[in-house]
């Protein structure tokens, strides 16, 4: 199984006291969305979509003694970009296979340094992945406020399309005005 294609780790099974604060970041983060979906879509940037092919080196990690539970597997991550982004990445993947065949589950950060578009600079991406029973799900995104140098108020979602061996990027991005 491709680590992009890691999924769902189970259901929540999260203590009494955890609930009230995991229930009050969810409502954080959905009033935020909301705000945010609600801007004029003249406020909004145009995107850009950006293509192109990448190469990863995936390297488990020791497990670290007293450090989270040692079931949940922990790798770096080595990338190359070609195509309209030329850069490299390096970040760190945290993963969770269960005991259903095709059910997993990873989140990664990686840190991307290069340029995109003939624009140089860095950001970082965010990575979200799970898979129920074999149906993949994925999420790739800039992480707010991470654009430096020409990628200042970069914004934008990542694909990863891996067919035949061969791993695969579209980025669809924009690059806004970074005071909002």
Known sequence: MAPYHMARAGKNRGSAAIQPLA?????????????WACRRVDEMP?????TGTFEVKI????AEENVGDPLVGRMSLDKEFH???????KGQM???RTGIEGSAGYVAIE?????L????GSFALQHSGTMRRGAPSLLVTVIPDSGTDELVGLDGKMAIII??????????????????
């Open 23 to 35: 229930q009050g970041c969810l409502c954080y983060f959905a009033v935020s969305a909301l705000a």
């Open 46 to 50: 145009m995107s850009t979509l950006a």
């Open 59 to 62: 390297i488990p990690q020791a």
């Open 83 to 89: 195509g309209e982004l030329q850069a490299v990445s």
């Open 94 to 96: 945290l993963a969770v």
């Open 111 to 115: 840190r991307v340094v290069g340029s």
């Open 117 to 120: 578009a003939g624009r140089k």
């Open 163 to 180: 067919a035949d061996g061969v791993h695969r990027y579209e980025f669809e991005y924009s690059i806004g005005d970074s005071r909002e």
